[in-house]
């Protein structure tokens, strides 16, 4: 009987670890005093994410820190049980959140909980309410969201009408990015359209379908994360329609590499994935050893650090910017950090 005892604990915890959703590693062994352990939830299972987690492994190591990544679904459900089973660990000193809904209450109780209890709670990519973190590190999302509606408004100078596509609409950064790409394009460009898949990337696709079948006229396509990237570039090439569409984007995965590189994309803004893990760290670990001055370097007084922006565009885009980075160079920059995307 105490073998057949001890077989069934073993399988509920395999159960239990199955329904908790996309867990990574931890950089190390479980957490201590010496080595606390920290957790990222992050908003999608997108491969954004795997260059902060490169920068979260070189902080930790540098910092003397466990971190451990766990994947969300992209739904608000998703993430507020993720949260609460955070909430459950004991050896937990510090939590990172790209949070998908700033606004749904189960995320904001849970991550007021998480505070009361004395656990700093960094925002991260995504910013929440103020009241739910000690501080947000990642991409001023409106100033990206200009910079890219400017590239667009170079790109189509005549104007016309764009769609654009998200996974989660009401997400902080995806309503700003939207709101700073109309503001930086200008009244020209008219975005008839914002279409959700909740972070299903065949939803993805075939919303893309969907567009050009709606709207004959269409003169571009947003992607505003990450995903939504080669979606957008894989759907027009099927429709063959490359040649009278504009194709602006966020963000860098593999495939939106290969996009730039052949010209079948014309820019995508890049942010610092890598970054907002390595800072998320410094900052966490900063907080538990009460250093201030340590955290206020970071984040400032506003207790908000923008990790910048980068655009990218293929080697012969006649597009300029302050922020403009070529694709040969992006590339090197991404090769020598031993990074497959950003």
């Known amino acids: 009987m105490r073998f057949c005892r001890q077989g069934l604990l073993v399988v509920f915890a395999l159960v239990a670890l199955a329904c908790s959703g996309s867990r990574e590693p931890q950089t190390q062994g479980p957490g201590s005093a010496e080595r606390p352990r920290f957790v990222f939830i992050t908003n999608s299972n997108s491969p954004f994410w795997d260059a902060a987690r490169k920068g979260l492994d070189a902080a930790a190591k540098e910092f003397g820190a466990d971190v451990e990544l766990i994947r969300n679904d992209s739904s608000p459900a998703g993430q507020i049980r993720r949260l609460e089973q955070v909430a459950a660990q004991r050896d937990v000193?510090?939590?990172?959140?790209?949070?998908?809904?700033?606004?749904?209450?189960g995320i904001i109780d849970q991550m007021k909980a998480l505070?009361?209890?004395?656990?700093?709670?960094?925002?991260?990519?995504?910013?929440?309410?103020?009241?739910?973190?000690?501080a947000y590190i990642g991409t001023n999302n409106i100033e990206a969201g200009r910079v890219l509606g400017q590239a667009a408004a170079q790109l189509l100078p005549g104007g016309g009408k764009a769609v654009a596509f998200v996974g989660v609409r009401s997400a902080q950064n995806a309503q700003e990015r939207v709101n700073g790409f109309k503001e930086g394009?200008?009244?020209?460009?008219?975005?008839?359209?914002?279409?959700?898949?909740?972070g299903d990337v065949n939803k993805a696709r075939r919303n893309v379908a969907a567009a050009l079948q709606n709207h004959p006229d269409l003169k571009m396509l947003v992607g505003i994360w990450s995903y939504n990237a080669p979606a957008i570039v894989d759907e027009v090439k099927a429709?063959?329609?490359?040649?009278s569409l504009k194709l602006v984007t966020?963000?860098?995965e593999p495939n939106t590499l290969l996009a730039l590189k052949d010209g079948m994309l014309d820019a995508t803004a890049v942010q610092n994935p890598y970054l907002m893990g390595y800072l998320g760290v410094k900052v966490l670990k900063a907080l538990l050893s009460k250093d201030a001055a340590a955290v206020k370097e970071v984040v400032g007084e506003m207790g908000i650090k923008d990790t910048g922006i980068r655009l990218v565009a293929p080697d012969d885009s006649k597009i300029t910017s302050d922020a403009l980075v070529r694709f040969s160079d992006f590339k090197k920059d991404l090769d020598a950090k031993g990074l497959t995307s950003s």
């Open 239 to 243: 429709a063959g329609k490359r040649a």
């Open 93 to 105: 000193k510090g939590v990172m959140v790209s949070v998908v809904e700033p606004g749904a209450s």
């Open 250 to 252: 966020f963000d860098a």
């Open 185 to 198: 394009a200008g009244a020209r460009i008219q975005v008839v359209d914002v279409m959700e898949d909740s």
């Open 115 to 134: 505070r009361a209890k004395g656990i700093p709670v960094l925002a991260i990519d995504s910013d929440g309410q103020k009241q739910t973190r000690d």
